[in-house]
């Protein structure tokens, strides 16, 4: 069970990480009345982008493939 949690936290670790990088995360803090203020924001609209060009991308590898089954098919006629 603990090899298990420090599996997951690895996981979430290299999400939040990719996110930070991707620019899906934002951290800005600001200080005044001796209160310092931190906010994390969330581009939702880049994380869906990032997300519809994945899964295009992911949907164009099989592309190639049929493409040179087709045109082998048709040498061998």
Not at 10 to 36: C, E, H, M, P, T
Not at 46 to 74: C, F, M, Q, W, Y
């Amino acid at each position: 069970m603990k090899r298990f949690l420090i599996v997951l936290a690895l996981i979430a670790a290299g999400v939040v990480a990719f996110g930070f990088y991707r620019g899906w995360f934002g951290v800005a803090s600001n200080s005044s009345d001796n209160k310092s203020h931190i906010n994390l924001t969330v581009d939702e609209g880049k994380i869906r982008e990032d997300e519809k060009n994945a899964l295009e991308r992911v949907h164009n590898l099989g592309h190639p493939t049929k493409d040179k089954a087709a045109v082998s098919t048709e040498k061998n006629e």
